[in-house]
């Protein structure tokens, strides 16, 4: 099993920027796919961002070019950039960890920390 823990969330006003970590322990091969996710409320969770092992990454359109995830295999965390952040970004977002499988299957996930954007 790979525990995942997120860190970085807070409170920030609208165009302002926020940096998210995403510790990763105990079974960490099963972390080919690391991602981020968000869920506001009354929405459903949304997907943000991926990276692979090899650092290739996948973004949201509604994120695209104002987040940036990164990781750092050796330390075993992924990072999420969050840039010109806007209200709509409010949300808990949740670190995401996913096997090498022929599409994404994220089976483990941390408890999620808050991110509120203030107009």
Same mark, same amino acid.
Do not use: H
């Given at each position: %099993?790979v %525990?995942l823990? *997120?860190?970085?969330?807070?409170?920030v006003? !609208?165009g302002?920027?926020?940096?998210l970590?995403?510790?990763? $322990?105990g079974?960490? +091969?099963?972390?080919? @796919?690391?991602g981020w +996710?968000?869920?506001?409320p009354?929405k *459903?969770? *949304?997907?943000?961002?991926? @990276?692979?092992?090899s650092? $290739?990454t996948?973004y !949201?359109d509604?994120v695209?070019?104002? +987040?940036t @995830?990164?990781?750092?295999n050796?330390?075993?965390?992924?990072?999420?950039q969050m840039?010109n952040?806007?209200p709509?970004d409010?949300?808990?977002y949740?670190?995401? !960890?996913?096997?090498?499988?022929v599409?994404p $299957?994220f089976?483990?996930?941390g408890?999620g920390t808050q991110?509120?954007?203030?107009s």
């Amino acid at each position: %099993q790979v %525990q995942l823990v *997120e860190s970085g969330g807070g409170l920030v006003q !609208a165009g302002g920027s926020l940096g998210l970590s995403c510790a990763a $322990s105990g079974r960490t +091969f099963s972390t080919y @796919i690391m991602g981020w +996710f968000r869920q506001a409320p009354g929405k *459903e969770r *949304e997907f943000v961002a991926a @990276i692979r092992w090899s650092g $290739s990454t996948d973004y !949201a359109d509604s994120v695209k070019g104002r +987040f940036t @995830i990164s990781r750092d295999n050796a330390k075993n965390t992924v990072y999420l950039q969050m840039n010109n952040l806007k209200p709509e970004d409010t949300a808990v977002y949740y670190c995401a !960890a996913s096997p090498r499988t022929v599409v994404p $299957s994220f089976g483990s996930w941390g408890p999620g920390t808050q991110v509120t954007v203030s107009s």
